[in-house]
């Protein structure tokens, strides 16, 4: 079965070069993304975890620990049925923070480069052995095909092999943070190159060895007791032990981390893997003992791990290209992984480049540079170890080493009491109970360890359950006792609740000093060089589909998130975070306790397909009462402390014409015009509710009311205010008209009496021209009864004019009501002299006792229809002869007018339902019932208020309605000219 | 919601019970632990068909 070395190496080469070529045609986009994104093709690429350890070293696990050797398979397999509380959200961790390592995750949760430097190192060392195996096992197949040449030699050959095309694959772009998905589908083509090889050379050994099921089974029965004799079963506790090591595998291994993390397409592909993956890798346990067996019934002088080279000729190389499938995929995923780890975590920490360079440039090339360097150590720990110890020995060695990070891990999502100390030193103790158990046996040949207690005795590979058990349980119990007796950081505690599975994140709303992308690129520029930082800037917005211009505190906010994300994942995430508290820092502020609102729903949002039992209950409520402010069809808009606006709702986007996204995370006062102002001064007021405020529009005019409540209660999760907008358009044109409509009515009740007073001066005009006709000689005479008949016929035009500025004010106004100065005195005169005009008017005795200097902004009109109806009902209320007085008077800031008559009063349990509309004491017919409610809105209109007060506190009977009007701040300091033209003087 | 307890408990129980499913190395039933382990994978299908369809 001997074949040249020519031929090896052409094979070899080939085969790396048909990898190659199906990862170019991916990034060439030859190949239809359907099928490239396919979760079959991740599924298949995680199926690289069965490195060399699994074609070759699974043999000499059987060979030790018969069906032992299924931990391999069945600890991943339940890493992966353990996806939706294990890999599912560390995949959501890794992709909402860029983080692309297991030392970056570790470093952002416990928030210190001490624990990436730690972690970096540990996975470094923890990861040579299994770089070592998968190098000694293709220089060991190598020269067992040829029989040529040494196999340190053709393992050095075959690394220099792969150090291209790792480099080919992983680090040939200046893209440093995207997924590879040439490199993804390229694994998956090996890995279903491993399964079809490892298949047909188990059915090869099935059938040709023992010709059928049958003949297997007939040779197990006359070898079966040799063999279990020849094997020292797993007890119990090793079985579990080697399920946990293989189970955390899936989380601590740089490469299987690295495709199941930072080359995952979807959460859906993760969770398909959940039952494929167990799938493939049975497929893949299932012709070991078959192949392992024939190797016996054959009596192969091959060593065991080899024993699939055993079935000769040509099955030899399917073999070996299965075997060089594994190992390839491994050193060029696991470096892949480890370059940039080393990169972030240990160079970037001591070295970053100047501003000068172009980083991007200077990364890709630090990486390549690392990527040969890690193969060649890789190398030389194969040199030092392969001379005295098995695959089995070498693979083991570097899981039990990992599988240090567990704890870590799992408190990272489940326990949000641990701090950085304790993991340091857990890590550190674990660490250090593996170099001296089994690194130093293994790698010097130490057999004992003398410190003052005595000697310990150090067996190496025959120690690991010790190794693995005392390292581990003192890594946790030193984790949990140091954490649970030192305080957390306050960043340790932010990255505490960003990575619990328990607790929402509750981010801040704090302000940055940048206040647009421009002073980002301008910030960034010190550190990054422009160029890369206006790149960066660009590509975040361009990820966040932000406008350049978009300055919302809450859109900086994610900006600044997302560039902090990216060069998380290009220069780590100790760098990254550094970099950016110090370029792009924050305000210092005086609300700096308010929560980041979108920030807990996002979170909730995600979280929500997790919750159980009274959280999902109050989740549901959460989201119901969120639907129920978001449809309400009233316009409700949500501010913090510091007026940035935190919910806008439908109503709010239609009313406004703004849409929420866009709006959302603004402060107030940026809000597009006139929006802004309307609600800026709003809120600035100390008034809680403005009635029926004009808004001019470029479509029209908007009548609103504004009402606003303070989120001050001390339970209340945010503070801040809620504004309230109703659109009163619609009423209040409603109301115009019935205005109208009464005043008209009023009109009609007046007209007889007007018919009376307009009669009367023209009796007197008639009788005085019939006068004239006879004394028209003498001048005298003639110019006194001019002038009477020119007095009779002004007050004939009084009335007139009276009737007709009254029937036609205040009808449908389009434009913004104009308040003007309106004489209180003069009003009240007007309203008394039209009521005067009705038959029931004339027998009452009014007294205006309103001061003559008495101003407020207002319109006339309306405060005469004001008064007009409250002395109509005083009228209606007082008998023959009655009195009806009307006061006014400064209060404070107000005007006050009183209007008192000594009628019959108005019943207690009616004076609540004065105003409303249709409600009325008088006979039927005799009242609409909408005066006092025209009345109410009237004075709410210009501010004011309206009591109803019963008995008079003037006339001590009767009734009083007093109207409370505000001064306008002018006015209030102000005198008004005498000769000022208000409404009565017109 | 039902599905997380149930992996945690599937999984817990593998793992607790799985080196009692083993037979001896070498013995003519040497598939089973197979067999198991592909009731198991069966299992894990029909769990993530539950979870999918609670997700809709």
New interface residues.
């Given amino acids: 079965m001997s074949f040249t070395l020519t031929q090896i190496f052409l094979l070899g080469v080939g085969y790396l070069s048909l990898l190659f070529a199906c990862g170019w045609l991916v990034e060439k986009d030859w190949l239809p993304k359907r099928l490239v994104r396919h979760p079959l093709i991740y599924i298949l690429a995680l199926g690289m975890y069965a490195s060399a350890w699994a074609f070759y070293g699974s043999f000499g696990m059987a060979e030790r620990y018969g069906y032992g050797y299924l931990t391999y398979y069945l600890g991943i397999a339940g890493a992966f049925v353990l996806a939706p509380v294990l890999l599912l959200p560390l995949l959501r961790l890794t992709r909402t923070y860029q983080l692309t390592s297991l030392p970056d995750l570790l470093a952002f949760r416990y928030r210190s480069r001490w624990v990436g430097m730690l972690v970096t190192l540990g996975l470094l060392f923890a990861s040579m052995p299994l770089l070592a195996l998968q190098i000694q096992a293709i220089g060991d197949v190598i020269h067992l095909l040829t029989n040529e040449s040494s196999p340190y030699h053709l393992a050095f050959v075959f690394c220099a092999v792969i150090t291209l095309f790792a480099i080919l694959f992983g680090a040939r772009h200046i893209s440093l943070q995207e997924r590879h998905e040439s490199l993804l589908v390229a694994i998956a083509l090996e890995s279903l190159v491993k399964l079809v090889a490892f298949l047909l050379l188990g059915g090869v050994a099935l059938f040709t060895v023992f010709g059928g099921f049958e003949g297997l089974e007939s040779w197990l029965a006359t070898h079966g007791d040799t063999l279990a004799a020849s094997v020292q079963p797993l007890e119990d506790n090793q079985w579990r032990t080697l399920l946990l090591l293989f189970v955390a595998t899936a989380v601590s291994m740089p490469h299987i981390f690295h495709i199941i993390f930072t080359e995952n397409p979807s959460e859906d592909a993760l969770m398909q893997a959940t039952w494929m993956l167990p799938l493939f890798l049975l497929l893949l346990a299932l012709p070991v003992p078959v192949i392992y067996w024939a190797h016996q019934a054959l009596q192969s002088t091959l060593p065991i791990e080899y024993a699939s080279l055993s079935l000769g000729g040509y099955w030899s190389l399917l073999s070996f290209i299965a075997g060089l499938a594994a190992a390839s995929g491994t050193i060029i995923v696991m470096t892949l992984a480890l370059a940039p780890m080393v990169l972030n975590h240990l160079v970037l920490t001591v070295y970053q480049p100047p501003a000068k360079f172009d980083i991007y440039y200077w990364l890709v090339w630090m990486r390549r540079l690392l990527i040969a360097s890690l193969i060649f150590i890789a190398y030389l720990v194969y040199l030092v170890l392969s001379v005295k110890h098995d695959l089995a020995t070498l693979g083991l060695t570097a899981f039990i080493g990992t599988l240090q990070f567990l704890p870590g891990i799992l408190a990272l999502l489940y326990w949000p009491a641990a701090n950085r100390k304790g993991l340091l030193a857990g890590l550190t103790v674990g660490f250090g109970i593996w170099f001296i158990g089994l690194g130093l046996p293994l790698m010097f040949g130490v057999t004992e360890l003398h410190w003052p207690g005595g000697v310990i005795p150090l067996l190496g590979m025959d120690d690991w359950y010790q190794v693995t058990l005392v390292s581990i349980t003192l890594n946790i119990l030193i984790f949990i006792l140091i954490s649970l007796t030192t305080e957390p950081s306050e960043e340790e505690k932010i990255g505490a609740q960003a990575c619990s599975q328990d607790s929402l994140l509750h981010s801040k709303r704090l302000q940055l000093k940048a206040r647009n992308s421009a002073d980002f690129i301008r910030f960034l520029s010190i550190p990054l060089g422009q160029t890369t930082a206006q790149q960066e800037v660009q590509r975040a917005l361009k990820e966040l589909s932000l406008h350049e211009q978009d300055a919302r505190p809450y859109a900086l906010r994610r900006l600044r998130d997302r560039i902090q994300a990216n060069l998380s994942g290009m220069m780590g995430p100790a760098v990254a975070q550094e970099l950016i508290d110090r370029y792009l820092p924050w305000k210092s502020s005086d609300n700096g306790n308010d929560d980041d609102i979108h920030f807990v729903e996002r979170h909730l949002e995600d979280y929500r397909t997790r919750l159980t039992g009274m959280a999902k209950e109050l989740d549901k409520l959460r989201r119901h009462h969120r639907q129920t402010l978001l449809y309400l069809p009233v316009g409700i808009c949500t501010l913090g402390r510091d007026q940035e606006v935190l919910m806008w709702n439908h109503a709010m986007e239609k009313l406004t014409g703004i849409c929420g996204e866009e709006v959302i995370g603004s402060r107030i006062r940026h809000l597009p015009a006139p929006w802004n102002q309307l609600l800026d001064s709003f809120l600035a007021e100390e008034r809680q509710q403005v009635y029926r405020q004009a808004l001019e529009l470029e479509k029209g005019h908007l009548w609103l009311s504004l009402h606003k409540a303070r989120l001050d209660d001390p339970v209340a999760l945010m503070g801040g205010t809620v504004l309230l907008v109703e659109d009163q358009s619609d009423v209040k044109h409603l109301e115009d008209e019935l205005i109208h409509n009464e005043r008209l009515a009023s009109i009609g009740r007046l007209a007889a009496g007007v018919a009376h007073e307009i009669g009367n001066p023209v009796t007197g005009i008639s009788s005085l021209a019939q006068n004239l006709k006879y004394d028209a000689e003498d001048p005298e005479t003639v110019r006194e009864t001019s002038l009477q008949i020119l007095q009779l016929t002004q007050r004939i035009t009084r009335i007139v004019q009276s009737l007709v500025s009254f029937s036609h004010a205040g009808r449908h106004k389009d434009k913004q009501q104009q308040f003007e100065a309106v004489n209180l005195a003069s009003t009240l005169d007007e309203a008394i002299n039209l009521i005067s005009l009705s038959p029931k008017g004339r027998h009452r005795f009014y007294q205006n006792l309103c001061p003559q200097d008495l101003y407020i902004q207002g319109d006339a009109q309306r405060l005469i229809q004001v008064f007009v109806n409250l002395i109509a009902n005083a009228r209606d209320a007082t008998h023959e002869e009655g009195q009806i007085t009307c006061t006014g008077k400064l209060q404070g800031s107000e005007a006050w007018i009183e209007i008192h008559d000594d009628g019959c009063g108005i019943a207690s349990e009616e004076l609540e339902h004065l105003f409303d509309p249709f409600y009325t004491t008088k006979e039927a017919g005799e009242g609409t019932g909408l005066g006092l409610a025209l009345v109410y809105s009237i004075v709410e209109e210009h501010s004011g208020q309206i009591h109803a007060i019963s008995p008079s506190p003037l006339l001590g009977k009767g009734s009083c309605f007093q109207c409370r009007f505000p001064l306008s701040p002018n006015l209030a300091n102000q005198e008004i000219p005498d000769d000022h033209e208000s409404y009565s003087d017109r | 919601?039902h599905?997380?307890r149930l992996?945690?408990v599937?999984?817990t129980l593998?793992?607790?019970f799985?080196?009692?499913f083993?037979?001896?190395?070498?013995?003519?039933d040497?598939y089973k632990?197979?067999l198991i382990?592909?009731g198991?994978?069966a299992a894990?299908?029909w769990?993530?068909q539950k979870?999918?369809l609670?997700?809709l």
């Fill in positions: 919601m599905f997380y992996v945690l599937l999984v593998g793992y607790l799985s080196p009692w083993l037979v001896p190395w070498g013995g003519t040497w632990p197979f382990w592909a198991l994978i894990t299908l769990l993530e979870r999918r609670e997700q």
